[in-house]
């Protein structure tokens, strides 16, 4: 079956630190795979995806993902983290055959000013 | 301003009673979602709709129902059969269906919560 597994489930992290958020998947066909964000109070955003092309994609807010597919994985960087990156973090999986979206469990991140 | 809205923001359910989740989309998306969040567990599908008057169950579907009576809305009842309803639950829309590999966008959530 299709999962999604994400490896830390609290990161927590000084101003202008630098983040990388695990995220593992298993399926064999083709994925679209995805990263949400969900700040306090606020609604699940979409912050990028991964559909076809470069395997490394750019998203809002200077986040960026790299899609290995040879490791099954899509982690998550930042290269400076700020207090307002606060948030739970979710790596999801688009599956080719009947179009489920599968989410990992979140990784809540915590900024330190 | 395009978007999906979910009402109300917090919803108290006594034993026994069913409660209804509004969810409305004027993003003109044919497909709608309702996911359920628990802490630690990520989303969790309840049921879609890929069109007007036709919905399927998803993965946790037991003590919920659905109606699909108008493109842009996606109504959840948590019945009194869903014996653990606290949970904070998502609606989400995307421009077609599952098949077709499109990006779903969420509202911002009804938290319920069992009296």
């Known amino acids: 079956a299709q999962s999604v597994s994400q490896h830390n489930h609290h990161v927590i992290l000084s101003e202008a630190a630098s983040l990388e958020l695990g995220c593992n998947y298993s399926?064999?066909?083709?994925?679209?795979l995805f990263w949400y964000v969900q700040y306090p109070g606020q609604h699940l955003q979409l912050l990028l995806k991964?559909?076809?092309?470069?395997?490394l994609v750019k998203g809002i807010k200077g986040f960026e993902a790299e899609f290995i597919k040879s490791k099954f994985s899509f982690n998550l960087r930042k290269p400076s983290v700020q207090w307002s990156d606060t948030a739970e973090y979710f790596c999801a999986l688009l599956e080719g055959s009947q179009g489920n979206l599968i989410f990992g469990k979140g990784t809540k991140l915590s900024v330190k000013p | 301003d395009g978007g999906i809205t979910q009402s109300p923001k917090y919803l108290f359910r006594k034993e026994g009673q069913n409660v209804t989740l509004s969810c409305e989309q004027n993003l003109n998306h044919d497909a709608m979602y309702w996911y359920r969040q628990d802490p630690g567990q990520g989303l969790r599908l309840i049921y879609y709709?890929?069109?007007?008057?036709?919905?399927q169950k998803g993965d946790i579907a037991e003590g919920y129902s659905v109606s699909r009576e108008k493109k842009e809305s996606f109504p959840l009842t948590v019945t009194s059969a869903q014996k653990n309803p606290t949970a904070f639950y998502l609606c989400?829309?995307?421009?077609?269906?599952?098949?077709?590999?499109?990006?779903?966008?969420f509202g911002p959530g009804t938290r319920l919560l069992v009296l």
């Open positions: 989400a829309s995307s421009i077609a269906g599952r098949g077709f590999l499109e990006t779903q966008y």
């Open positions: 399926y064999g066909g083709t994925v679209n």
């Open positions: 991964y559909f076809s092309g470069d395997p």
């Open positions: 709709s890929q069109i007007v008057n036709d919905f």
